[in-house]
């Protein structure tokens, strides 16, 4: 449990998947303009990591691993992570059209997202069992979400003041990107 707890800690804050390993930044940038299709954004995250962290582990350790294909798990994981999209993408077309349309060009972006990919390689190469490698996918997923919601509030604030013109749009953007990413070292001395 204690374990568990500690890749909780570590893949949510410590080494949040976007402000310190800075994976995933193209949905992080793209859809933190309101909070309300940051947090949509995340909710599929969550999903589509954790579920991703589960499927793909339990593929590489009871059929790449007893096969000796580990070679292809790149190949694997990936075809994996497309199929879960597509149905999150089909999901959320039919319950909730108006987040698929706030989505945009962002929702199948998500196959392609670094952040699922890595997060999957990362299980293997830490040599986590199925059930921390879910754990660590959750967490980190639910990190990468605190960083979205946290961009997207900022944004909206941002956005009602006296920017002088060089700065703004992108720019400001990128530049609370930077502080954000600063803010979060200092998370780094808790594991």
């Not at 339990?58 to 798990?73: A, C, M, N, S």
């Not at 075809?79 to 149905?87: E, G, P, S, T």
Request: hydrophobic share 55%; charged share 10%.
């Amino acid at each position: 449990m204690k374990e568990l707890l500690l890749i909780i800690i570590s893949s949510a804050l410590v080494n949040n998947v976007v402000l310190s390993q800075f994976l995933g930044l193209c949905p992080f940038l793209g859809v933190s303009k309101t909070t309300n299709t940051a947090a949509g954004m995340g909710g599929a995250v969550i999903f589509v990591i954790t579920l991703s962290s589960f499927v793909t582990g339990l593929i590489y350790k009871f059929i790449l691993v007893p096969l000796d294909l580990t070679y292809l798990q790149t190949i694997v994981f990936i075809l994996i992570i497309a199929a879960l999209v597509q149905f999150v993408e089909m999901f959320l077309k039919k319950a909730m059209p108006s987040l698929y349309k706030a989505l945009g060009v962002y929702l199948p972006l998500i196959t392609t997202n670094c952040a699922v990919l890595g997060v999957a390689l990362l299980n293997v190469q830490n040599d986590y069992n199925v059930l921390q490698g879910t754990v660590n996918g959750f967490a980190t997923a639910v990190g990468f979400t605190i960083s979205i919601v946290l961009m997207a509030g900022i944004r909206e604030k941002i956005a009602y003041n006296d920017i002088p013109k060089a700065f703004q749009g992108f720019p400001t953007v990128l530049l609370t990107a930077g502080l954000m990413a600063i803010a979060f070292f200092g998370f780094s001395g808790l594991i």
